[in-house]
């Protein structure tokens, strides 16, 4: 009796652990570079990818959980918040299946980046 209550336990955190949606996240990145790492969205939340406009020519992009009434529309963020200073300007559009929020532009990218300059800066040394 006990096995049988242990085996719907596990089946049952396998179903809920199994809707839980991963997504890509980047607080903010520049142009094509936007370093990322995967987070699980909380119940209500998809997958989004944020582009936007920065002082009128720097693109900007985000990547993260966001929560379905706020997807598929375009934002001014100004700064200070209560003044009509826009800072940038940021259209968020969702999708809803894991990892959907396109493939990293970096991941563990500075990493990478640090290994190669060590092995070029081993090769000029020696």
Same mark, same amino acid.
């Given at each position: 009796?006990?096995?049988?209550?242990?085996?719907?336990?596990?089946?049952?955190?396998?179903?809920?652990l199994?809707?839980?949606?991963?997504?890509?996240?980047?607080?903010?990145?520049?142009?094509?570079?936007?370093?990322?790492?995967?987070?699980?969205?909380?119940?209500?939340?998809?997958?989004?990818?944020?582009?936007?406009?920065?002082?009128?020519?720097?693109?900007?992009?985000?990547? @993260?959980? !966001?929560?379905? +009434?706020?997807?598929?529309?375009?934002?001014?963020? %100004?700064?200070? &918040?209560?003044?009509?200073?826009?800072?940038?300007?940021?259209?968020?559009?969702?999708?809803?299946?894991?990892?959907?929020?396109?493939?990293?532009?970096i991941s563990? @990218?500075? !990493?990478?980046? +640090?290994?190669?300059?060590?092995?070029?800066?081993? %090769?000029?040394? &020696?």
């Amino acid at each position: 009796m006990n096995r049988i209550v242990l085996q719907l336990f596990a089946v049952g955190v396998c179903f809920a652990l199994g809707h839980a949606l991963q997504c890509y996240e980047c607080k903010i990145g520049f142009w094509n570079l936007c370093i990322t790492k995967t987070v699980t969205c909380a119940e209500g939340e998809r997958c989004f990818s944020g582009n936007g406009t920065a002082a009128g020519f720097m693109d900007i992009r985000m990547k @993260g959980c !966001l929560a379905k +009434a706020e997807c598929n529309v375009t934002k001014d963020v %100004n700064f200070p &918040s209560s003044s009509n200073t826009t800072i940038y300007k940021m259209t968020k559009t969702c999708c809803n299946s894991n990892l959907c929020n396109s493939a990293p532009g970096i991941s563990g @990218g500075p !990493l990478v980046l +640090a290994t190669v300059i060590a092995l070029l800066l081993t %090769n000029m040394l &020696s």
